[in-house]
């Protein structure tokens, strides 16, 4: 059986775990990956990974790759997805494509032109646990929904000096749960009014970001919901979501180191939220990674489009603009 050869580009968090999901799979072969870091490299070496390179014209134009995934900071997503559509390679790239709008629809058009497969990682998508809320939504188990509720609080914040660059919590962490109100009922949305503090760190104020949120959006169809983010919650990861309908509710709760309770006269003691995303959704990763591999194989679409990053990164702007402006703004303002 002939393998994908796919290269890694960026070997940080996300890039280790794509690179080790990657590595189990019978019909994907991994040529070659690149990062600057000597630590990275090494860390391929150890998997057995034999060509490592630091730049990414080297990895790109050395290999007769099939694939790519792009795990490299922020800021070089745009030139190396270009590059490598240019070159014919299929394409996974973490999000965002780029913080700016026309910077995106730039680099799509780029990749329409060369007709190659464009992937972006929302990886919640594949979390089996969110699957089961929207395939009892699309059964019509609720009935039709009225309220999408949607809780994500990271267990501490990230370094200053990747807010800096990241921009902000409404493109590094909200992002991703734009991206679920869209998917999870399968709707635009319309309308943003953002509400959102520095209540945990003052650094973070000094940096031009929040570290607290509350969201409210309206959909298309006037369907409503309501995101709350925090950077720090004391007790863990916090993940969870619920769709209220004319039928009823589903949700999806926290996925707990364990499943133990201990009852006694003083309560219910159980375990804490799973402590970060890694592990919370590490299956996720495999589902997805593989998913893209199975598109480039059986020549499918890609689950996870551009346009669809293209729609949360626009989301994410009009919340930046509604907090500014402390206003409603409707999602068309942001062109």
Do not use: W
Not at 4 to 12: Q, T
């Amino acid at each position: 059986m002939k393998k994908l050869k796919i290269g890694v580009a960026g070997l940080g968090r996300i890039g280790k775990i794509h690179l080790n999901n990657l590595l189990q799979l019978s019909n994907v072969e991994v040529i070659g990956v690149m990062d600057p870091s000597t630590e990275a490299v090494e860390y391929a070496k150890l998997k057995g990974v034999e060509n490592t390179y630091t730049k990414f014209n080297e990895l790109v134009t050395n290999n007769q790759l099939d694939a790519i995934v792009i795990c490299t900071p922020t800021n070089t997503h745009a030139n190396y997805v270009e590059a490598s559509a240019k070159l014919g390679i299929q394409i996974f790239c973490e999000k965002p494509l780029d913080l700016n709008m026309q910077r995106v629809k730039d680099v799509l058009k780029v990749v329409d032109k060369s007709k190659v497969k464009l992937m972006i990682g929302f990886n919640r998508r594949f979390d089996n646990e969110y699957r089961k809320v929207k395939t009892s939504i699309n059964n019509g188990k609720i009935g039709n929904p009225y309220i999408v509720k949607i809780t994500s609080r990271d267990p501490s914040p990230p370094p200053l000096e990747y807010i800096k660059n990241s921009g902000g919590l409404f493109l590094d962490m909200t992002i991703h749960d734009f991206d679920m109100a869209r998917f999870i009922v399968d709707k635009e949305i319309d309308e943003i009014y953002v509400k959102g503090e520095a209540l945990i760190d003052q650094e973070i104020q000094k940096v031009g970001d929040i570290d607290t949120a509350v969201v409210l959006m309206k959909y298309v169809d006037s369907t409503l919901a309501v995101i709350d983010n925090s950077r720090k919650a004391a007790y863990g990861y916090d993940q969870r979501i619920e769709v209220f309908g004319s039928k009823g509710m589903v949700q999806a709760n926290n996925i707990k180191v364990d499943n133990s309770k201990l009852y006694n006269q003083n309560g219910i003691i159980s375990s804490l939220p799973m402590d970060f995303f890694l592990e919370r959704y590490m299956e996720a990763y495999k589902i997805e990674i593989q998913d893209f591999v199975d598109s480039v194989i059986n020549n499918r679409g890609v689950s996870v489009t551009g346009i669809d990053g293209l729609k949360s990164l626009q989301i994410g702007l009009a919340a930046k603009k509604s907090l500014l402006e402390n206003r409603p703004v409707k999602i068309i303002e942001i062109k």
